[in-house]
Antibody, heavy 122, light 108 residues
Framework: QVQLVQSGAEMQKPGASVTVSCKAS????????LHWVRQAPGQGLEWMGWINPKSGGTSFAQRFQGRVTMSRDTPNMTVYMEVTSLTSDDTAVYYCTREKESGYDSYPFDIWGQGTVVIVSS | EIVLTQSPGTLSLSPGERATLSCKAS???????FAWYQQKFGQAPTLLIY???TRATGIPDRFSGSGSGTDFTLTINRLEPEDFALYYCQQYNFSPRTFGQGTKLEIK
């Protein structure tokens, strides 16, 4: 079945970096954008950016530009998100989620990964 | 950036009652690009409604969405115990994609 499976929980120190992976299965990997959304403890959902697995193109929310990178490994149907210069404000659950790729239209996020807890603490 | 404001913040109802959740956008959103998600405690969100009023696959018909422009509504008829959760609205008309801050639906 269609699935997005994320890597396990991470604990990092302030100033460090973290990379979270998201492995897709059950569908054509290049037919869907993969977005990252995070949720701080007790807070709402915050969109971070997306990667187009077909082209490798990316787009980020302004507040994450320069601090977040996204990459893909197409043969292994996996995308990666790296967040650098971590602070305690980056403590959150990070979700990957997919959107149908159209080129001219937008679609909702229909499948979500299970989430990856990232804790930033000294 | 489009700001989505959900109300109420918390809604306390009993099973069998009807829930009405509101989401107001800071500017017009094309209703073809508006969604609602449900999030149960400790789980990832799931898509409930897209294009403002279309139920996602497997969503029961007690869930319905409506609205246009800046005002959107999620209605849940005959609340079931499993419906008590967090609900988020989202617009995917413009970048950045934005979510409302959420409405918690709790058992009264």
């Amino acid at each position: 079945q269609v699935q997005l499976v994320q890597s396990g929980a991470e604990m990092q120190k302030p100033g460090a970096s973290v990379t979270v992976s998201c492995k897709a299965s059950g569908y054509t990997f290049t037919d869907y954008f993969l977005h990252w959304v995070r949720q701080a403890p007790g807070q709402g959902l915050e969109w971070m950016g997306w990667i187009n697995p077909k082209s490798g193109g990316t787009s980020f929310a302004q507040r994450f530009q320069g601090r977040v990178t996204m990459s893909r490994d197409t043969p292994n149907m996996t995308v990666y998100m790296e967040v650098t210069s971590l602070t305690s404000d980056d403590t959150a659950v990070y979700y990957c989620t997919r959107e149908k790729e159209s080129g001219y239209d937008s679609y909702p996020f229909d499948i979500w990964g299970q989430g990856t807890v990232v804790i930033v603490s000294s | 950036e489009i700001v989505l404001t959900q109300s109420p913040g918390t809604l306390s109802l009993s099973p069998g009652e009807r829930a009405t959740l509101s989401c107001k956008a800071s500017q017009n959103v094309n209703s073809n690009y508006f969604a609602w998600y449900q999030q149960k405690f400790g789980q990832a969100p799931t898509l409930l409604i897209y294009a403002a009023s279309t139920r996602a696959t497997g969503i029961p018909d007690r869930f319905s969405g409506s609205g246009s422009g800046t005002d959107f509504t999620l209605t849940i008829n005959r609340l079931e115990p499993e419906d008590f959760a967090l609900y988020y609205c989202q617009q995917y008309n413009f970048s950045p994609r934005t979510f409302g801050q959420g409405t918690k639906l709790e058992i009264k």
